[in-house]
C-alpha cells in the first residue's frame, strides 16, 4: 500500500515537471519565432490588429505605435511604452491587466498543486499508521471483551455452584452415577 502512494506521489512530480517543461519549450518557440511580414514599425498609425498579427511586435495604444518587442527583457521598460497602454498578443487586454491575470491563475494551479501533494503524503501517513483516538478505541474495546469474558466465567461458575446445591448439575458423563454402585 506504501508503495502505491509513493508511485502516486511520484507520477504527481513527473505531470508537474512536464508541464513545466511544455511551457518552457512553448515560450523558447514563441521568443525564437522570426518576425512575418516585415518589421513592426510599418504598422505604426494602423490598427491594433494588424500590428499584433506578428508576435514579435508590441502596440503602444497611447500614441498608436507598433513597436518591436524587447525579447532580452520579459516586460518591455516603462520608457517604451506603459504597461497600462502597451498590448500584447490581443487588442483587448493591456499588459497590466495580463500579467495580473496570469500571476492569479498561475499562483492557483501552484497552490492547487501544492495541496494535492500534501493530500496525497497526508492520505500514505494516515494509512502507515493509527492516530491516537483509533488506538484508543481499540484499546478500550479489548479491555471490554476482556472484562465480558471474566463476568461470562464468573456467571458460569455462580450458575454450576447452584445446580450442584440443587442436584442439578449435569456431569460430563451421565452414566457415572450408576457404575460407582
Keep these: 500500500m506504501a508503495s502505491g502512494g ?3 506521489l511520484v507520477q504527481c512530480w513527473e505531470l508537474l515537471l512536464s508541464a513545466l517543461a511544455l511551457s518552457l519549450l512553448l515560450l523558447s518557440a514563441a521568443a525564437a519565432q522570426q518576425p512575418s511580414g516585415g518589421a513592426c514599425s510599418q504598422n ?4 491594433c490588429e494588424e500590428c499584433l498579427k506578428n508576435v514579435s511586435c508590441l502596440w503602444c495604444h497611447t ?3 507598433c513597436l518591436d518587442y524587447p525579447v532580452s527583457r520579459i516586460l518591455p521598460p516603462s520608457s517604451l511604452c506603459k504597461l497600462s497602454s502597451a498590448r500584447w ?4 487586454v493591456n ?6 491575470t496570469l500571476s492569479v491563475v498561475g499562483g492557483a494551479v501552484l497552490l492547487a498543486v501544492a495541496v494535492c501533494c500534501t493530500c496525497c503524503c497526508c492520505r500514505k501517513n494516515r494509512s502507515r499508521k493509527p492516530d491516537k483516538s483509533e488506538e484508543k478505541a481499540a484499546r478500550e474495546r479489548e479491555e471490554r471483551r476482556i472484562r465480558q469474558e471474566e463476568r461470562r466465567a464468573e456467571m458460569k461458575s455462580r450458575h454450576d455452584e447452584i445446580r ?3 442436584g442439578l448439575f449435569k456431569e460430563e458423563n451421565p452414566y457415572a452415577r450408576f457404575e460407582n454402585n
Design 164 to 166: 450442584k446445591k440443587y
Design 63 to 65: 500614441n498608436k505605435a
Design 89 to 92: 498578443g490581443v487588442c483587448w
Design 6 to 8: 509513493a508511485r502516486g
Design 44 to 47: 505604426t498609425n494602423r490598427t
Design 95 to 100: 499588459f497590466e491587466a495580463l500579467i495580473i
